[in-house]
């Protein structure tokens, strides 16, 4: 009786493990939200997407607020952060390099692919 209560603790205390480092579900917005089930549709029918799977929705908080970019392993182009409220940081490169990616704090992701590789690691 004992191994059978220690499994089912055992069991139980995994079926609640947060992922480390995620953002937590009620902190996603609706727009991301429905983004991540796209791309979860899409990996279900073709589990070889490489640029899906190769990529990641990432948070960061900047300015006192959240902004979420995305990336992929495949792609180089330049992402531009978005708000929670999907407002679009737009402003030149190297402004946003000064002004943004260099004061940018408190990493967490969102969604990962599967293949997603992170180069800051």
Not at 54 to 59: D, F, K, P, V, Y
Not at 65 to 75: C, D, G, K, L
Not at 98 to 117: E, L, P, T
């Amino acid at each position: 009786m004992k191994k059978l209560t220690f499994l089912f603790v055992f069991f139980l205390f995994l079926s609640c493990e947060k992922k480390e480092g995620f953002v937590p579900e009620n902190e996603i917005p609706v727009w991301l939200k429905n983004q991540i089930q796209n791309y979860e549709l899409a990996l279900q029918q073709n589990p070889d997407n490489g640029v899906i799977a190769g990529s990641a929705w990432i948070r960061y908080k900047w300015n006192n607020e959240y902004y979420f970019e995305y990336r992929n392993m495949i792609s180089s182009s330049f992402a531009y952060p978005i708000s929670f409220d999907q407002d679009t940081l737009k402003v030149c490169p190297v402004c946003l390099g000064i002004a943004y990616h260099d004061n940018k704090s408190n990493k967490q992701f969102v969604w990962r692919g599967s293949i997603y590789a992170d180069p800051e690691d």
